[in-house]
T-cell receptor
Framework: EDQVTQSPEALRLQEGESSSLNCSYTVSGLRGLFWYRQDPGKGPEFLFTLYSAGEEKEKERLKATLTKKESFLHITAPKPEDSATYLCAVQARANSKLTFGKGITLSVRP | NAGVTQTPKFRVLKTGQSMTLLCAQDMNHEYMYWYRQDPGMGLRLIHYSVGEGTTAKGEVPDGYNVSRLKKQNFLLGLESAAPSQTSVYFC?????????FGPGTRLTVT
């Protein structure tokens, strides 16, 4: 059974204080690992897809990395508008379904 | 392009009542999904469809039925609502490996 564990559950940062969010996973043959952002009262918004260990992707202050067991979402010099819940999900090669973690709630104080 | 839309946005049901949630997408995507999101549980897959006329069970299908009569619409039905079905329901459609989510339906069953 595919599993995704995200840590910490919640993270509070000062504006400009860089940090990383962790996503540990077990999957029988990884097709892709996905990061989403979810704002309160809204649906998840796609951020990144990573396909193989060693791959990295960047978007503004966010950088996602992937190893064979975990992924990190690095946030550099965050701003209050980066406050949201960040979701990680994996898709196995054998199916078309995503398995999601419980999410990490990030709060950035000005 | 409206993307993925969901109807209704909010609903309150009494135990035993039935209802249908509608998901519509105008992106011509083959794959569509229904999830529920509960505090501390993350997103869980209810049912999904890989194309018009097809449906398949996800992780938590009991108490729900779905239909995909038209490619652009994916309907989620509750035949006899229970308080355990109180949740936020999200629909998503998929293009290549990216899932696009709707804004959600908040359902309360009393």
């Amino acid at each position: 059974e595919d599993q995704v564990t995200q840590s910490p559950e919640a993270l509070r940062l000062q504006e400009g204080e860089s940090s990383s969010l962790n996503c540990s996973y077990t999957v029988s043959g990884l097709r892709g690992l996905f990061w989403y952002r979810q704002d309160p009262g809204k649906g998840p918004e796609f951020l990144f897809t990573l396909y193989s260990a060693g791959e990295e992707k960047e978007k503004e202050r966010l950088k996602a990395t992937l190893t064979k067991k975990e992924s990190f979402l690095h946030i550099t010099a965050p701003k209050p508008e980066d406050s949201a819940t960040y979701l990680c999900a994996v898709q196995a090669r054998a199916n078309s379904k995503l398995t999601f973690g419980k999410g990490i709630t990030l709060s950035v104080r000005p | 392009n409206a993307g993925v839309t969901q109807t209704p946005k909010f609903r309150v049901l009494k135990t035993g009542q039935s209802m249908t949630l509608l998901c519509a997408q105008d992106m011509n995507h083959e794959y569509m999904y229904w999830y529920r999101q509960d505090p501390g549980m993350g997103l869980r897959l209810i049912h999904y469809s890989v194309g018009e006329g097809t449906t398949a069970k996800g992780e938590v299908p009991d108490g729900y039925n779905v239909s995909r009569l038209k490619k652009q619409n994916f309907l989620l039905g509750l035949e006899s609502a229970a308080p355990s079905q109180t949740s936020v329901y999200f629909c998503a459609s998929r293009y290549q490996n990216e899932q696009y989510f709707g804004p959600g339906t908040r359902l309360t069953v009393t």
